[in-house]
């Protein structure tokens, strides 16, 4: 399967300690596959991983033993790109993350583009 740029979310997690796992790779959970229309120079899917990198900022989903959502059904969600959004709960976050969270200060969001394959 091939795509021209990936859309992916990848975790950034610091402790309470100070210590920080940057960019925690959740192995492609989340991640989208976009593919350029017929005929579109290839330096568009650099055009289109700058643009949707610049609507998704980073995003700090979880600070000091809050969420950042009342709602665990829906705790992040990248704005849609293509009729595409890549959406987490709560309990999926904590499940990929695999981390004991009474030592957790901070958990960031990081929309991540990337070329494809």
């Known amino acids: 399967m091939g795509c021209d740029w ?4 990848l975790f950034r997690i610091t402790y309470k300690d100070g210590t920080e796992e940057s ?7 989340g ?13 568009e899917a650099d055009v289109q991983m700058k643009q949707w ?3 998704c900022p980073d995003t700090v989903l979880y600070e000091n033993g809050k969420w950042n959502s009342e709602s665990p059904d829906l705790v992040y969600a990248t704005p849609e790109w293509c009729g595409i959004s ?16 009474g030592n957790v200060k ?3 969001a990081c929309p991540h583009p990337e070329r494809g394959y």
């Open 53 to 55: 990198k610049d609507i």
């Open 23 to 29: 960019d925690y790779d959740t192995s492609n959970e």
């Open 86 to 101: 890549i959406r987490y709960t709560r309990e999926r976050i904590i499940e990929l993350l695999d981390c004991d969270m």
């Open 106 to 108: 901070t958990i960031e």
């Open 6 to 9: 990936v859309m992916r979310v």
């Open 31 to 43: 991640t989208r596959g976009i593919y350029l229309s017929y005929g579109e120079d290839d330096s």
